[in-house]
C-alpha cells in the first residue's frame, strides 16, 4: 500500500512514462550485476583538477571536466562564462548512486561573489569522475 | 428528454454498426454506452469531438476544451475509451463506439447534412481514421468528419510500443496502475499495435517491422474531403551548468512519439490498389517546440528516485553526461532506444511542457488548434470563392469582397481576362488579365498578358507576366501556362519563385497553344497543326487546325481529337478520380451563322479515350454549348449547358444555360435555371451568375454581390 501511495505521486504522468521507467527499471536490473565494482572514491586530487579544469577558460579542459559527449558543440561563450566560476567540492560529501554516477556538496563563487552551497552530479567516464550538473542543494 | 432520447440512439445506432472485420455488433453495444447523454449540438456551433490518448482521459484534453468553449463557436464532446485500455485503436469497442459517437452528434446537428471535427491526442487520431471507415445504419462515417487535428499521433508506431516494456511495467507495478485501474495486459493489441512499425514492409526502417496482423489493417485515410492537421510535439534538452548554458539538441519528437510518426500521416494508411492512386484531403502540419534544462530534468529524477529507486537518477545522469546530436541521431537511425536515452524520454516526458503526455495542457498546441479549427470553421461559416468582372480578379469571403487585384482597364482597346484558377493546395487564385498597349495592332495582345494572383492566407497580391491566354494548377501551389510562342512554363506561387520551364512533349505535327484544364498533374492541352510565328500564334493566319491532347502526369501524350477547324474551347475541366485523371471538354468546331459546339467529350481515367456524353436532353434539336464544368464537393461531375438552333439571325435558344449533371454518360437536368455560372459554397449556400450578376445564395435568398461577372471558382474542397 505505501508503494502504492508512493506510485501516485507520479501519476500525472502519461502511461508511457510507467513504460518508460519499467524499461528503465529493467535495464538497470540486467546490467546491475551481484558483483558489479564499487564506485571509486573521489580524491581530494581529482577534485581540485576538475574546479581548476571547469574554471580554466581551456575548451578542451571543460570538455574533459564536463563529461561532454562528442555530439555536442559546446557554445563558445560557455569556457568564458564557467572561467568566472570558483569550484569547490567537498569530497567528505561524496556519495554514490551506483558505480557510475554520484552527487558531492560543495561551493559555487561567481566573481568576486559570496560563496554559494552547491549539489554537484557526477560520472565515471573512462575511470575518472567528471562533473554533469551544479544546482542549489535541494 | 432531448438528452436520454439520444442516449438512446447511440444504443439502437450501435446496433447496425457495419465493420470491415465483422465484428459482432452485439458484443459492440453492450460496452459502447457514453457515461454522459449526448446533447444536440446548440445552433449553428460546430460539433468538435476531442478522442483522448491511450489510457488517457477525456479529463486530459480539458484545456483544448475550455479554450474552445470560449471561443463560442463550438460544441465540444469527449469521446471516453479509457475503460478499454487493453484494446487498440482499432478494435470494436473503440473506433466502433467512436464512429457511433461521431454519427449521432452529425445526425443532431442543426446543419445538415452535418459534420463533425474531430482533435484526437496520440492513439485517439489512430481511433479516428478507424472509425472513419465504418457505416452507421447504413450511412457512411468518414464523411461525416469534416476535418481532424491530430496531437502528437503515433501514425507509424511509437519506440515505446511493443510487448517488453508492458510486461516489466506489470511485474513493476503489480496488476493495477496508480489510478487502481488494471495495467494492460502486455498481450494485448493495445500494447501491441503500438509498435514502431512501416507502413510498407518492403522497405523496413530500423526497428521497424510490418504493422501486427491483428491490428484491424494499417489505419486508413479519411475521406477527401476531410482535412488533416497535425502538430508535432519537439523537445528540446539544453544542457546546463550553475546555469551557463553549454549546448542544446533535440530529441527529434515528443520524447514517445518520434518526429516522423506524429507527422507521417502521409504514407501510414493501407497502399493503394493494383492501378489506383492513394486519395486523401488537405493535409498541413505544425510542430511546437519547448526546451528543458539537465538541471531540471536531474531534478525531476531525483524525486522519481526516491519513489521507484535510485536507477532512474543514475540512468539520468548518465544520459546528461552521454547523449548530444550525435547520439540522437544514431538512434533515430537505428531505430533503437538504449537505456540512458530511454532515461532521459522518461523524464523529459514528465517534466516538458509539450511532451506527448503534457502536449494537450500545452498553450502553443492549444492556439495551434483552436486557431486551425477557427480557420475550418470560416471555410463553413464564409466560404471562399473568386471571380473575374472588369474590375479585376476578387475572392469573397461569405458575401463580403476579401480580396481584389485590379485589373488594368484597357479602355476602347478591349480587355481580356480569364477564369479565376485555384491552385490545388486551395491557399492562391490566379487569373490571366491582358495589359493595354495601344499599338495601333487592335485589342491588347496575348503575349503581353500577366498572371494576376492573390495568396488568400496573406492578402498579398502579384503580378507575373505569362503571355499566355490560359492557366491551370498543377499540383500544390504551382501553375502552369503556355505562353503565346508555345513554351510552356511552371510557376510556385508559394515565395518569389520565378517562372521555370515545363517540358511538354507533343505529337510530331502538333504545337501546344494553351492549356485547357488539369487534374492531378494530367493537363489537357490546345494543339496547332502550325509552330507559332516570331509574332506568336495570336498573329497567324486563320488557321486553326489542331488538336485536343491529353498529357498524363508523366509525360505521356494522347491525341483526344484532332480538328480542321477548332475555333475555341467552349469549356473544360479536370476531375481528380480514384483511378486517374479525367476531363470534360466542349468545343466549337466551326463557324458560319452561328458558332458550332461539338459533342461535349469525357475522356476515362487514363486520358487516352474519349467518351461522348449524352446530351440528348438539352439538345432539343439544336447545338449544346459547354458554359463551364466543375466537380461538386459531393464528387460530381456538374455543368452548365445550353442548347440553340442556329439561323441566320445569330441562333434561337432551346434550353437557357442550366445546371446539369452528368450520371453515367448523361446528362440529368438539376436546375433548370436560366444560370451561366453555378458553385455549391457550402450545405446552405452557392454563388450563382445570372446575365452577368452575381449572387450569394444562403437558403434561398440571392444577394448581388457583383456585375458583370466573368466566371466564378471555388477553391478545391478542404
Known amino acids: 500500500m505505501e508503494r502504492r501511495k508512493k506510485v501516485t505521486l507520479i501519476a500525472g504522468g502519461a502511461v508511457v512514462l510507467c513504460a518508460a521507467l519499467g524499461l528503465i527499471i529493467f535495464l538497470t536490473v540486467v546490467k546491475e550485476q551481484p558483483d558489479e565494482p564499487a564506485a571509486p572514491p573521489l580524491t581530494s586530487a581529482r577534485a581540485e583538477q576538475l574546479g581548476a579544469d571547469i574554471s580554466s577558460g581551456d575548451t578542451t579542459r571543460v570538455r574533459q571536466a564536463l563529461a561532454v559527449p562528442e555530439g555536442a558543440k559546446l557554445d563558445p561563450a560557455a569556457p568564458g562564462a564557467l572561467a568566472k566560476l570558483k569550484i569547490q567540492l567537498d569530497t567528505a560529501s561524496f556519495r554514490p548512486i551506483d558505480a557510475q554516477t554520484a552527487t558531492v556538496s560543495g561551493t559555487v563563487s561567481e566573481a568576486d561573489g559570496p560563496s554559494q552551497p552547491a549539489r554537484f552530479t557526477l560520472v565515471l567516464a573512462d575511470g575518472q569522475w567528471r562533473l554533469v550538473s551544479a544546482g542549489p542543494p535541494s | ?718
Not at chain 2, 91 to 119: H, N
Not at chain 2, 434 to 450: A, F, Q, R, T
Open chain 2, 1 to 718: 428528454m432531448r438528452q436520454a432520447a439520444m442516449t438512446v440512439a447511440v444504443l439502437v445506432a450501435t446496433a447496425a454498426l457495419v465493420h470491415p472485420a465483422a465484428v459482432a455488433a452485439a458484443a459492440v453495444e453492450a460496452k459502447c454506452h457514453s457515461p454522459q447523454p449526448i446533447a444536440a449540438p446548440p445552433g449553428a456551433k460546430h460539433p468538435v469531438v476531442l478522442v483522448h490518448g491511450w489510457m488517457g482521459k477525456p479529463g486530459s484534453m480539458d484545456a483544448i476544451r475550455e479554450a474552445l468553449e470560449k471561443g463560442g463557436r463550438a460544441s465540444v464532446y469527449a469521446f471516453d475509451y479509457h475503460a478499454y485500455r487493453n484494446n487498440w485503436a482499432a478494435d470494436a469497442v473503440i473506433a466502433d463506439c467512436l464512429a457511433v459517437f461521431i454519427d449521432t452528434i452529425a445526425q443532431a446537428s442543426q446543419r445538415q447534412p452535418g459534420k463533425v471535427f474531430v482533435v484526437g491526442h496520440s492513439m485517439g487520431g489512430l481511433a479516428t481514421r478507424y472509425a472513419s471507415q465504418l457505416s452507421v445504419q447504413g450511412r457512411p462515417v468518414g464523411p461525416r468528419i469534416a476535418g481532424l487535428v491530430t496531437l502528437d499521433t503515433p501514425h507509424l508506431g511509437s519506440y515505446w510500443g511493443g510487448t517488453g516494456y508492458a510486461h516489466l511495467l506489470t511485474s513493476i507495478l503489480g496488476p493495477h496502475s496508480w489510478d487502481e485501474a488494471p495495467l494492460p495486459d502486455p498481450s494485448k493489441d493495445g500494447v501491441v499495435c503500438l509498435a514502431h512499425h512501416d507502413a510498407t514492409a518492403s522497405a523496413p526502417r530500423g526497428d521497424s517491422a510490418a504493422f501486427p496482423s491483428q491490428c484491424g489493417g494499417l489505419p486508413p485515410y479519411l475521406p477527401q474531403t476531410a482535412a488533416v492537421f497535425q502538430v508535432s510535439g519537439q523537445v528540446y534538452v539544453e544542457r546546463k551548468f550553475w546555469g551557463i548554458s553549454l549546448y542544446r539538441y533535440s530529441l527529434d519528437g515528443d520524447s514517445v512519439v518520434d518526429t516522423s510518426s506524429e507527422l507521417g500521416y502521409i504514407g501510414s494508411g493501407p497502399p493503394p490498389a493494383n492501378g489506383t492512386k492513394v486519395r486523401y484531403g488537405p493535409v498541413e502540419m505544425t510542430q511546437v517546440e519547448c526546451t528543458d534544462n539537465t538541471d531540471k530534468i536531474i531534478d525531476a529524477a531525483s524525486t522519481l528516485a526516491g519513489a521507484l529507486g535510485k536507477q532512474i537518477l543514475s540512468l539520468t545522469i548518465k544520459a546528461v553526461s552521454l547523449i548530444g546530436d550525435n547520439m540522437i541521431m544514431d538512434n533515430v537511425l537505428s531505430g533503437t532506444v538504449g537505456p540512458a536515452y530511454a532515461a532521459l524520454l522518461a523524464v523529459a516526458n514528465f517534466v516538458t511542457g509539450c511532451s506527448h503526455s503534457k502536449i494537450t495542457g500545452d498553450v502553443q498546441t492549444v492556439k495551434a488548434t483552436t486557431e486551425k479549427l477557427t480557420s475550418w470553421f470560416d471555410a463553413i461559416d464564409n466560404p471562399m470563392f473568386a471571380y473575374t468582372n472588369p474590375d479585376g480578379l476578387t475572392v469573397v469571403r461569405g458575401t463580403k469582397t476579401a480580396y481584389r487585384s485590379n485589373g488594368e482597364d484597357c479602355g476602347a482597346l478591349g480587355n481580356f481576362y480569364g477564369d479565376p484558377v485555384w491552385t490545388s493546395d486551395g491557399r492562391y487564385v490566379t487569373s490571366v488579365w491582358s495589359k493595354c498597349e495601344d499599338d495601333g495592332l487592335g485589342p491588347p495582345h496575348v503575349d503581353d498578358n500577366v498572371l494576376m494572383t492573390i495568396d488568400t492566407r496573406t492578402g498579398t497580391k502579384r503580378q507575373v507576366t505569362c503571355g499566355c491566354p490560359t492557366v491551370a494548377a498543377i499540383e500544390g501551389s504551382k501553375v502552369g501556362w503556355i505562353d503565346d510562342r508555345g513554351r510552356a512554363y511552371t510557376l510556385d506561387l508559394f515565395g518569389s519563385n520565378q517562372p521555370a520551364a515545363w517540358p511538354i512533349r507533343m505529337p510530331a505535327g502538333l504545337y501546344a497553344r494553351q492549356v485547357l484544364a488539369s487534374a492531378d498533374a494530367a493537363i489537357l492541352v490546345q494543339a496547332s497543326s502550325r509552330a507559332a510565328g516570331n509574332d506568336g500564334f495570336a498573329a497567324q493566319p486563320d488557321d486553326q487546325a489542331g488538336a485536343v491532347v491529353s498529357v498524363s502526369a508523366n509525360g505521356d501524350v494522347k491525341v483526344l481529337q484532332r480538328y480542321e477547324q477548332l475555333v475555341a474551347a467552349t469549356a473544360a475541366g479536370g476531375i481528380s478520380t480514384a483511378s486517374g485523371p479525367q476531363f470534360v471538354f466542349g468545343t466549337i468546331d466551326a463557324m458560319g451563322d452561328c458558332g458550332h459546339p461539338g459533342p461535349v467529350w469525357l475522356t476515362d481515367q487514363s486520358g487516352n479515350q474519349k467518351l461522348k456524353t449524352d446530351t440528348s436532353a438539352i439538345a432539343k434539336g439544336g447545338e449544346v454549348f459547354l458554359t463551364d464544368v466543375w466537380v461538386s464537393p459531393q464528387g460530381q461531375i456538374m455543368a452548365t449547358l445550353s442548347s440553340s438552333i442556329c439561323n441566320p439571325s445569330g441562333g434561337t435558344s432551346a434550353t437557357p444555360a442550366s445546371l446539369w449533371r452528368l450520371d453515367g454518360q448523361k446528362w440529368v437536368s438539376v436546375d433548370r435555371g436560366p444560370l451561366a455560372y453555378v458553385r455549391q459554397l457550402s450545405d446552405s449556400d452557392k454563388a450563382v451568375v445570372i446575365s452577368g450578376d452575381l449572387y450569394v445564395e444562403r437558403n434561398g435568398k440571392g444577394t448581388r454581390i457583383a456585375r458583370e461577372v466573368y466566371a466564378i471558382a471555388t477553391p478545391p474542397p478542404a
